[in-house]
């Protein structure tokens, strides 16, 4: 390895190595639209099978809540692109709170959503732990849960590493900025982006249906 | 032999296991997969052993259940899945195209532990009672029958496609960034072209089985989920996810295989490939019309006839890119200075087996005649002759045609010469006779079967044993080049690929300055002799 050098020996030079971990984040983000995009297949088969139930389902699930959250979301989102902005510009310590109110709103994203399932275990809507619907819809109601329950599970694991990985680039970028930490911050940021559109499409896929077109 | 490589400069086992080498981590995966290959093997056997007579005296109806899901389970994602692109690729792709290393070392060194973490869970749960279900895992057996460890089973093959997803990510970055000054597109080696394509697959398809994954876990931890029949749930819905992973993933099994034989073809005839640009977007067309043909897998499941017409256009769509090839590969040889050493014989075997494998294929895409074949011997002659007679095939002979690149050491042509044909005749008679079963109509997965097709599976598990020894037989003359064998050149088959510019084996870094290229793969002399060392 040549001594000396600032940057792995794969590279050609500092700048080579930023755009090369920048396509490494998004080839990381096409995978995870596939694993999204599973489930979200399956979303529609069942939706097709049975409009109606995935219809009064809906109508169960807390838009109040749910629209606070996308709102809280659209926000941090807003704040990571600024924070990326303010880094560029060298205002590194605007940089960084900019981050802190990010990972602020995303906790809060995950609070409020933790209001909503315990709301949603008091009114026994969890399919294979406590789970009372009656009617002729309830298995379509059911199968609409198993999918609001599996996809926003996965979405705040999404959120959880995300807040993990602004806080530990807020916690270096305290202390120093360099232009590899200004990539890690730019792969990060469209993470954190990518995260925010998945929630975009849940969002409507799962609050919307029984409240649109009356 | 003072000068530093890779494999003398630390003999620390940290310097093994916290490599980011990907030269060390290509022999870490080389080292897990054969354990895995014999393990696979092992219960390969037990089942041919099982099937010398039409009754039960081996093992029972359940025992024989859990065999073949082992088999099956292993060979597919510990085995053939990251065979060529975890070994040879890790180790080549860098050498190939002039760079240091792969993009992200430590992330490479991450997609062995995933491995290993996956592989040892699925070993466990084998080692602990095994799994019964068949490598599909197809609900609602899976979810609401089985009683074995399906949930075990389920996250070692969950935790080892995130191995391929990083290994995937790897080489798309490194391929489209890392390339050598002067390496454009369309002077790359087509093995890159293909393991390029195989990428695109792992980091597109292997997402899909994730989430399925999950989701069938969700249903038999809770009992209750979205494949459950009881709620309205369908059963289907989970083949349909399940296929648009694997069959992508037969195209990750043999795409990579079909990239080691253009090498192969072109450096024992001395010649360029020929038609180079649609060999390449062959492997591409291969790739994005894999992710069309997942209902093939269904035809009897009850899918509407619009859709398995569909999904039948489409497989035999995929024949095309697939004959391009192998038209291409003869066209290569035609007029070439061939020469037949055991990398070549591994290539030509391939080329014929694959070509069985590839015609049995559309056999079973014609709606009519796979109602008739469907979970018979057909099917498992079929994709035994594309995954064993191609993709085995073609990293054997990619493995000894690397080997002295990667050891440093020359094996024993004769022994070399022996084990493949040994292997193209072992194989041919194993599974042969399994077309012959499969058209009279012997199912698949049952140990009893009528007195009348005893003839035929005694002759496959005949030659199953050849095969078995024959596999065998690397083991010990690789085994023994690794210590006595004699010192390779940098260039042993005097080949142009970059790879060959550098010595044997290649130092840490691969080069000592940054080569540059100016010219297509392909460039072959005509002279097969390599040029001296230390002229």
């Known amino acids: ?214 | 032999m003072s000068e530093a490589d890779y494999l003398n400069c630390s003999y620390t086992l940290r310097s093994w296991f916290f490599t980011t080498d990907h030269k060390r981590i290509a022999i870490l995966f080389f080292a897990s997969l054969t354990a895995f290959f014999f393990i696979g093997g092992a219960a390969a056997t037990l089942i041919r052993i099982e099937l010398a007579t039409p009754q039960a005296d081996l093992v029972s109806s359940d025992g024989y259940n859990r065999l073949f899901t082992m088999h099956g389970v292993i060979m597919v994602w510990f085995f053939l899945i990251p065979s060529i692109p975890n070994t040879l690729g890790n180790f080549i792709v860098p050498l190939m195209i002039g760079a240091r290393d792969l993009a992200f070392p430590r992330l490479n060194l991450a997609s062995w532990y995933l491995f290993m973490l996956g592989g040892c869970v699925t070993l466990f749960a084998i080692f602990a009672g095994g799994i019964d279900t068949g490598w599909t895992f197809y609900t609602p057996f899976s979810t609401l029958y089985s009683n074995s460890y399906v949930l075990v089973a389920v996250s070692g093959v969950f935790i080892v496609g995130f191995s391929s997803i990083l290994t995937g990510l790897n080489f798309i970055v490194t391929i489209h960034r890392l390339r050598a000054p002067g390496l454009t597109w369309n002077r790359l080696p087509l093995f890159i072209w293909s393991l390029y394509a195989t990428s695109v697959i792992l980091v597109l398809a292997t997402p899909v089985l994730a989430v399925t994954l999950v989701l069938l876990a969700a249903e038999r931890l809770l009992g209750v989920g979205i494949f459950d029949p009881r709620i309205g749930g369908d059963p289907l819905l989970f083949q349909h996810l399940f296929w648009f992973y694997s069959h992508p993933a037969v195209y990750i099994m043999i795409l990579p295989g079909m990239g080691v034989i253009n090498e192969l073809i072109s450096c024992f005839s001395r010649k360029e490939v020929f038609g180079y640009k649609f060999v390449a977007w062959a492997s591409l067309a291969i790739a994005a019309l894999g992710f069309l043909v997942w209902g093939h897998h269904m035809f009897v499941s009850g899918q509407s006839l619009l859709a398995s017409l569909v999904f039948s256009f489409m497989s035999f769509m995929v024949a095309v890119p697939s004959a391009i090839k192998v038209f291409n590969w003869t066209a290569t040889l035609h007029k070439g200075s061939i020469r037949f050493d055991a990398p070549m014989l591994y290539a030509l075997g391939f080329i014929g087996l694959f070509t069985v494998g590839g015609l049995t294929g559309l056999f079973l895409a014609c709606l009519a005649y796979d109602v008739h074949a469907t979970d018979t011997y057909f099917v498992v002659a079929h994709f035994h002759y594309i995954m064993v007679g191609g993709m085995v095939t073609a990293y054997f002979g990619g493995l000894h045609y690397w080997w002295p690149k990667i050891t440093g050491r020359l094996y024993s042509e004769g022994w070399a010469r022996a084990a493949a044909i040994l292997i193209f005749f072992g194989f041919n008679l194993t599974f042969f006779p399994q077309f012959v079963l499969g058209a009279e109509g012997m199912p698949r997965r049952y140990h009893v079967y009528p007195p009348e097709f005893q003839v035929w599976n005694v002759l496959s598990s005949g030659g199953a044993t050849i095969l078995a020894a024959a596999y065998l037989l690397p083991l010990f003359y690789l085994g023994y080049s690794l210590f006595f064998g004699a010192r390779a050149p940098a260039n042993p088959w005097n080949a142009p690929g970059l790879e060959w510019q550098t010595t044997s084996p290649p130092p840490e870094f691969n080069f000592v300055t940054q080569p540059v290229v100016t010219r297509g793969p392909y460039q072959y002399s005509a002279d097969f002799e390599p040029e001296p060392q230390n002229a």
């Open chain 1, 1 to 214: 390895m040549p001594e000396g050098r600032a940057f792995a020996p794969q590279f050609a030079s500092a700048r080579h190595r930023d755009e090369t971990a920048e396509l490494g984040m998004w080839v990381f983000i096409a995978t995870e639209i596939l694993l999204f995009g599973g489930l979200v297949l399956g979303y529609f088969v069942y939706r097709h099978a049975y409009p109606d139930a995935f219809v009064a389902a809906s109508k169960r699930t807390d838009i109040l809540i749910g629209t606070a959250n996308t709102a809280v979301l659209l926000t941090s989102s807003f704040l990571v692109a600024c924070a990326v902005n303010a880094l560029q510009t060298n205002a590194r310590v605007v940089c960084v709170a900019l981050l802190a109110g990010a990972i602020a709103l995303g906790s809060l994203f995950i609070g409020l959503k933790a209001i909503e399932y315990a709301n949603e275990y008091r009114e026994r809507l969890i399919p294979g732990v406590d789970f009372a619907f009656g009617g002729s819809l309830a298995n379509g109601v059911q199968l609409f849960f198993v999918f609001y329950f599996v996809a926003t599970l996965l979405h705040a694991l999404h959120m959880l590493i995300g807040i993990g990985v602004l806080g530990a680039l807020a916690l270096l970028l305290r202390k120093s900025s360099n232009t590899r930490r200004r990539t890690a911050l730019h792969s990060a940021a469209l993470y954190w982006h990518f995260v925010d559109v998945v929630w975009i499409f849940l969002f409507a896929l799962i609050y919307l249906p029984g409240r649109s077109g009356g």
